[in-house]
């Protein structure tokens, strides 16, 4: 797991660095920056409308006596998209907006819960309950 973490932390800035050279020179540098706030922005905002729905949703199950799996699971996906979309660059974006957007974010909970349970599984994550 951490080789794939440390992967990830040194080859997405490369490749985020050499994208963002390429758009300013195809579209221009104002463009660019223009592009990338616009995505910061429009990212805090879907965010905080999506955080404010799953607590809501948390709380409704909450007050049914029900355990709210689905929607802490919403809750850290959209935290990880929000967080991501703050960072500049276009893979970071469409990895945030995938994570925000509720029609993406739902085949992509299915596979980040079927890995927790396989790490539960193997033993490499445990869960205590009372």
Known sequence: MFRWLLLFILIV???EIGLLIWAGNWLGPW???????????LGAWLAKQ????????????????QVPQDALLDGACILVGGAVLLTPGF???????????PATRSPLKRVIRKAITKMMNNGSVTIYRR
Do not use: C, K, Y
């Open 31 to 41: 463009w660019v920056i223009l592009l990338i706030i616009s995505t910061g922005v």
């Open 50 to 65: 999506q955080g404010l729905e799953t607590i809501r949703n948390v709380q409704n199950s909450m007050s049914m006596g």
């Open 13 to 15: 800035p490369a490749l």
């Open 91 to 101: 893979i970071t974006d469409a990895i945030g907006f995938l994570l925000l957007i």
